[in-house]
């Protein structure tokens, strides 16, 4: 049993009418393109790859006329193809001429990111704001304001640390805690100025982006309390895999376990390399570890879960971790198919273990697991499936037999009988 606290409540965003956001629906992942949007082809490929990967909803940067003009032949592209999926437009600094300029890019966007410090200065800001809100409100789209510490308004921050100077020194508070307070105060007014022009509170989802962990936590503890908007969280900037996606862990998972958070995404920076020789440089790693994130919580479940130990001297060859990759392939390519086929094949848990040490343990403990025989066993591997062994698999077909088990296990235990 988890020991979370309940989601936060919030006002519910409908994004399409298949997808909403908020405390009454799951957490979605999300992702974004970095591809250049005015190349239809190369940007409609990965908005598919990443939507089957899982992510929910797709952002795409929306930067210029080119772009602008893309949006809509990148939908029309999609739909053609058999796909609707919820796309965000991603503005900043020209978002109100490039949206009244392209009234089908706004049309078909299912949401708009905007970014309250890269919208203008004075009253030109306010005049952009209001025009991105009010076609906002007149196609009847959400609107995300997305606080980002690296492009805070910078009058407003020295604002907040000429109110701070002016304190008594019993009084004052850290440098850190003014930025909080000047981010809370940026995404809050925003909302408001938004509310002010028509913009229905259903429409408005909040983020608040810093690239450290305590202050991510911090921030988003800050406005979770003040208000009732949902919350799209992710650590802006998080860095290359393995620090991306450990950072973005801690911080996005503290605050999913009391129950803040109703979108996610890791913005991890992808490895240069070609992705089919190094995973790392797949776009869809960040909605992968989206979800592992979300599975690792038992917040929401995508594909069985594998256990499989380290290795260490015990272990008597690579085969195990091989056999665990396998295995975890074996789930991944299946998943789609068994989701029809097999309701709550998801949440099956399987074992691949190294040695004796663990292996007979764990495996029980998972629904289906495997122990391969270390160093000086008996060459063979003990199968238990649901805490029982019910076989010994020895020789060179492991392998196969295992994935057969697998299936067996999914037609007894799963299988849909609608
Ligand atoms: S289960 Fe065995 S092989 Fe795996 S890490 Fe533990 S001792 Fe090593």
């Known amino acids: ?58 952002r795409l940067t929306v930067k210029d006329e080119a772009a602008a003009e893309a949006v809509p032949l990148i939908v029309s592209e999609l739909n053609k193809q058999g796909f609707q999926i919820p796309l965000v437009g991603d503005f900043h600094y020209n978002g109100h001429l490039l949206l009244a300029k392209y009234p089908k890019c706004a049309e078909v966007l299912a949401k708009y990111r905007i970014n309250p410090g890269n919208v203008g200065y004075g009253e030109k800001h306010d005049y952009n704001f209001s025009t991105i809100i009010n076609i906002a409100k007149d196609l009847d789209k959400p609107v995300r304001i997305g606080v ?188 789609k198919a068994w989701q029809g086929k097999y309701p709550g094949a998801e949440k099956l848990k399987i074992a691949v273990m190294g040695c004796i040490v663990n292996g007979p343990g764990e495996s029980k403990y998972a629904d289906i697991g495997i122990s391969l025989p270390g160093d000086n066993e008996s060459p063979k591997a003990p199968v238990f499936i649901d805490g029982k062994q019910v076989k010994t698999l020895e020789g060179e077909n492991i392998a196969t037999e295992f994935k057969q088990i697998i299936l067996n296990y999914l037609e007894e235990r799963f299988l849909s009988v609608v």
């Not at 304190?167 to 809050?188: G, H, N, Q, R």
């Not at 509310?195 to 810093?210: N, T």
């Open 148 to 335: 980002n510490w690296g492009s805070l308004d910078q009058d407003l921050l020295s604002d907040f640390m000429e109110i701070n100077a002016e304190k008594p020194d019993s009084e004052k508070i850290s440098f850190k805690e003014v930025i909080y307070e000047a981010m809370t105060a940026s995404a809050l007014r925003s909302a408001e100025l938004a509310i002010g022009e028509g913009l229905k509170q259903e429409k408005i989802v909040i983020s608040v982006k810093m690239s450290e962990v305590q202050d991510l936590i911090n921030i988003y503890r800050r406005v979770a309390a003040a208000c009732k908007f949902p919350l799209h969280l992710g650590l802006t900037e998080a860095g290359t895999p393995v620090k991306g996606m450990i950072s973005s862990s801690v911080a996005m998972g503290i605050l999913l376990s009391e129950g803040i958070g109703d979108t996610i995404r890791m913005s991890l920076t992808p490895s240069a390399d070609d992705k089919k020789l190094n995973p790392l440089a797949d776009r869809t790693l960040e909605v992968q570890a989206c979800q592992e994130l979300l599975q690792a919580m038992d917040i929401a479940f995508f594909k069985p879960s594998i256990t499989s130990c380290p290795g260490c001297g015990r272990t008597s060859s690579t085969y195990f971790q091989k056999l665990a990759e396998e295995i975890n392939q074996f789930t991944q390519v299946n998943m």
């Open 1 to 58: 049993m988890n020991t979370f606290k309940l989601r936060r409540e919030t006002y519910q965003v409908i994004l399409s009418d298949k997808l909403a956001v908020g405390s009454q629906h799951p957490i979605l992942v999300q992702s974004m393109t970095n591809t250049p949007t005015q190349n239809v082809t190369a940007t409609v490929e990965q908005i598919k790859e990443l939507y089957i990967a899982g992510s929910a909803v797709v």
